[in-house]
């Protein structure tokens, strides 16, 4: 008898992140649809979140000491924590016969430091290649990465894979730049638009609108206090606008650490307005409220992804080129704008332009998901193919 593929489903899941959430949801159900027999477990920041919400094993990515036992490891440059993390990854690669990274944004270094999630990937990827584990990056998200540490410890990671595939042309022409050989990678959508959706009411033709507004704690690539406050004092300035021209605004939010951003608004518009935002917990919830929704501004990235999954148009403060992308691919890539000091005007001429005419660019942006989801479709049959493939 035959004994079932182990496959352990490897990212920053259960943290608060509702797009890397999201990715190992809709990975997990491909699976279970095309790979009925498999084992899966998963490899992540919070193992307890991610059983309870998908019945599924988890093991936490990395261990670290508490109290003063972790200032000691500190002092000693990690490298008691880091050794019983190395051995750890060989004990727990036993029980499996691959490591796939679903989608998110494996390949940056965005909020972190080299001994932070880049550290992570880099030991996985080495035990995996060590030990002669299939090791498969699906659909995921590249650069910039700043620190060379972390470009080094990326660039290795990378290298020891069987299969990649890249969630833009951006992602992969980034590997390519450190030194990857990716003319054999595929670029694919983001896989989570691969997950099936229920219709969405249509669009509104005429004015008033209500917008969905994404509400994140945005200081910068690296946590720079003026952009923060510049962001959101013009979050304040839009919302007090769009009313003023009879619109209503729907405050998103996509993971915990926004919520900080999302009170803080709510204070300073000093109303008793219901603008939601209270009651989301993963991007099912986001979705949720974007249907009421008749446009959407956003600068996190999984917000920008549930609009387009429900064929609203819509306006990107972007913090990366990954946003950007994004948006050309869905049709509507004339709605982008850098999210550091962004220009507020061009905010309002964007609105402006879509307001003139809403169901056009619904009608763009669902022809060009529905072509999203044929290429993912297609880019199934390749990784299920990679997981069945004896290692080299």
């Not at 036992?69 to 000693?76: G, N, R, V, Y």
């Not at 932070?116 to 659909?139: C, D, E, H, I």
């Not at 060379?148 to 020891?160: E, G, Y």
């Not at 000091?341 to 964007?350: I, M, T």
Request: charged share 25%.
């Amino acid at each position: 008898m035959t004994r079932p593929l182990r496959i352990a489903l490897v990212g920053g899941f259960g943290n608060g992140n509702f797009g890397n959430d999201a990715s190992l949801k809709t990975a997990l159900l491909m699976i279970q649809r095309r790979l009925p027999g498999a084992q899966v477990e998963s490899i992540c920041d919070e193992p307890s979140v991610v059983t309870e919400r998908l019945g599924i094993d988890a093991t936490r990515i990395a261990r670290r000491p508490t109290g003063w036992l972790k200032h000691l490891d500190t002092a000693l440059l990690r490298i008691p924590s880091g050794s019983y993390n190395w051995l750890r990854a060989f004990w727990i690669l036993r029980r499996f016969d691959a490591l796939l990274f679903p989608g998110t944004g494996v390949f940056d270094d965005y909020r972190t430091g080299p001994m932070g999630f880049p550290a992570q990937v880099f030991r996985w990827s080495v035990v995996a290649r060590l030990m002669g584990r299939k090791l498969l990056f699906y659909g995921v998200g590249a650069g910039p990465i700043i620190n060379p540490v972390s470009r080094f410890f990326l660039r290795i990671a990378a290298a020891c894979a069987n299969y990649r595939s890249y969630r833009d042309s951006g992602s992969k022409a980034f590997m390519e730049s450190i030194g990857l050989d990716e003319h054999n990678s595929a670029v694919i959508p983001d896989i989570v638009i691969g997950k099936p959706t229920a219709e969405a009411p249509p669009v509104r033709t005429a004015a008033p609108f209500t917008i969905g507004l994404g509400v994140m704690s945005y200081r910068g690539w690296r946590k720079d206090e003026a952009i923060g406050a510049d962001y959101q004092d013009k979050l304040v300035r839009f919302v007090r606008w769009a009313e003023a021209q009879g619109h209503s605004v729907r405050l998103l939010v996509a993971e915990p650490s926004d919520m900080r951003a999302f009170q803080r608004l709510k204070q300073r518009l000093g109303d008793n307005i219901d603008r939601g935002g209270d009651e989301m917990m993963v991007l099912a919830d986001v979705m949720q409220a974007i249907r009421s929704c008749d446009l959407v501004i956003a600068s996190r990235f999984h917000i920008l992804i549930a609009g387009l999954k429900l064929s609203r148009p819509c306006i990107s403060l972007s913090y990366g080129p990954k946003h950007d992308l994004l948006l050309a691919e869905a049709g509507v890539g004339e709605f982008c704008q850098p999210a550091d000091y962004f220009d507020f005007d061009l905010l309002v001429r964007h609105i402006e332009t879509i307001a003139a005419d809403p169901p056009r660019y619904s009608a763009i942006v669902a022809e060009r998901v529905t072509a999203m989801r044929e290429q993912l479709a297609a880019a199934e049959d390749a990784i299920v193919a990679a997981l069945l493939r004896q290692p080299r």
